[in-house]
């Protein structure tokens, strides 16, 4: 036993402590504490949250669609004047600085905003008349109870990628938080019970891999919509779906951002860096490549370095630039890519090792690092390293540039950096990859569009939010009817033929 607090689940509108004994701890990356424990989920607690939603599922999808937009609309006004209590639980149990947790949770409000604008998305077709009589109108309806199983470096907009939009169309949801940051799940919930959603509507279910697979496996679950690193998001497709449940699994990255000689390299060396080490290097959207095209390589590198020695890192309620990575386990890893790059023969021109934080003595702390010369046998090239270290490679062409890019496994997101628009088409044209920034170095669509990568970074094939969200969330039906015109006497007789228009 422990006088720590216990991070529940949530079923029935309110917490749930569950019958497992099974806990993990949480901690404050920036001063290594161990602030709570998080209850695992064992089978039974599983089935009393699924429970909860299956219980919920019919009377929200009857529920009419402008009574379950005004809930998402009340939710979005109470996240809107509450957002830096939500910033403050991010900051605390992932580390990332406040602006940054605060930006985090302004883009998920954005998809929220989205889903406040379902009775549009819902509209169905109708044709009248395709034959004698014979109308035809199309709808979507909802899945039913769908699972939500997020990663640890975007606790509140990840979530808010799927829920916002499954619960708008109807769907009952039980969302899987990261047990490493599972605090700001429990926070939307509460949010969600003040804007009035219907207790059993939006559940949350702690834990590891025995809660995913309890939701992989659980006949009454009808999709999953799965974000973290390749090999779990593999495992969760290939398990979802064999389980014949609908599934998008979007899963790691290795982002490039490809710089031809044409470009503006104080542009290119500022988004560089903010995008290669903003929230530690912790995002599938960070840039972990930087492809020097042709003769701007020493200049872009000495340019990167002089702002990437100018960065602060330490705790993120300082001001800081950068914060701590998530756990000291992660740290480790992180810094053991260091030396492998180190000993492959890789220039370490910045050197994060050595970082001076502004914060506790044990913190989980890795200061930003820069490669040069880096080849694409080397680990730190091969491997998605989700940390604060930053690799140039050095191309001829641009046609070598785009060769490195497609031969990656990963397709998550890429950025060109150029004056020349034609250049810039070509390269949207011949990248293979789901997200292009031109000019802009982390292109992560708004919530309108469709979030998600090609090959290794996302197995299924619907991508998240969007119309491609409201798509994966519901299921279509096309009605054809006859209805006789009273006025009308009607013509009958048999007919064994297929049917055809007449
Ligand atoms: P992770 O794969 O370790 O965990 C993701 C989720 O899966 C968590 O909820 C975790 O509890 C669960 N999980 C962990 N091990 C499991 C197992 N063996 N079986 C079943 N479930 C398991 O990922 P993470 O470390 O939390 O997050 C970082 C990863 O997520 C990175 O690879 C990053 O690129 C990726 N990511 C991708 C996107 C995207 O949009 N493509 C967005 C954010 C993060």
Request: aromatic share 8%.
């Amino acid at each position: 036993m422990t006088d720590l607090p216990l991070i529940p689940h949530w079923a029935d509108g309110r917490p749930l402590d569950g019958s497992s004994s099974r806990r993990g701890d949480v901690t404050n990356p920036a001063t290594g504490e161990v602030t709570a424990q998080v209850a695992f989920a064992g089978a039974e607690d599983a089935e009393r949250v699924i429970g909860s939603a299956r219980a919920a599922a019919r009377g929200w999808a009857e529920t009419s669609v402008s009574a379950r937009t005004q809930v998402v609309f009340r939710f979005r006004e109470l996240l809107n004047q509450r957002k830096e209590e939500l910033a403050a639980i991010i900051t605390r149990e992932h580390g990332k600085v406040t602006a940054d947790a605060l930006g985090e949770v302004s883009r998920g409000q954005e998809v929220v905003e989205f889903a406040c604008g379902i009775p549009h998305l819902l509209k169905g077709g109708y044709s009248e008349n395709v034959s004698t009589g014979v109308d035809v109108h199309s709808k979507r309806q909802p899945m039913g109870v769908v699972g939500v199983i997020s990663p640890f470096n975007f606790p509140a907009m990840v979530p808010m990628w799927f829920f916002p939009v499954a619960i708008a169309t109807g769907n009952t949801v039980v969302l899987k938080p990261s047990e490493k940051d599972p605090s700001a799940s429990l926070w939307m919930a509460e949010l969600w019970r003040e804007a009035g959603l219907p207790d059993g509507v939006f559940n949350v279910l702690q834990g590891d891999k025995e809660a995913v697979d309890a939701l992989l496996d659980h006949p009454d679950v009808k999709a999953i919509s799965f974000v973290g690193s390749t090999p779990i998001a593999r495992y969760v497709y290939e398990r979802g779906s064999g389980n014949g449940k609908r599934v998008q699994a979007l899963g790691g990255a290795k982002n490039h951002m490809v710089v031809l000689p044409d470009a503006d390299l104080d542009l290119a060396a500022d988004q560089a860096v903010s995008a290669g080490f903003g929230s530690a290097g912790e995002r599938c959207m960070a840039i972990s490549v930087l492809v020097a095209v042709g003769p701007v390589g020493d200049e872009l590198v000495a340019k990167v370095a002089d702002r990437t020695r100018g960065l602060r890192t330490g705790d993120g309620t300082r001001g800081t630039d950068m914060g701590p990575l998530v756990t000291r386990a992660h740290r480790d890893k992180v810094a053991s890519y260091v030396e492998e790059g180190e000993t492959a023969g890789a220039k370490v021109v910045v050197d994060g090792r050595e970082v001076q934080p502004d914060g506790a003595a044990e913190g989980f702390w890795l200061g930003p690092t820069l490669f040069d010369n880096v080849s694409p046998d080397m680990s730190i090239y091969r491997e998605e390293i989700f940390g604060p270290v930053l690799n140039v490679v050095r191309v001829d062409s641009y046609d070598e540039a785009v060769r490195l890019v497609n031969a990656n496994p990963y397709g998550n997101g890429v950025a060109v950096f150029t004056s020349s628009g034609g250049a810039a088409r070509k390269f949207e044209v011949d990248v293979e990859v789901g997200m292009i920034g031109v000019n802009v170095p982390i292109p992560v669509p708004m919530a309108y569009y469709s979030f998600g990568g090609w090959k290794n970074s996302l197995f299924g094939d619907s991508h998240a939010h969007g119309t491609e969200g409201v798509h994966f969330f519901t299921r279509g039906k096309v009605v054809t009817s006859r209805w006789g015109d009273p006025a009308v006497k009607p013509t009958g007789g048999l007919e064994l033929a297929f049917p055809q228009n007449k």
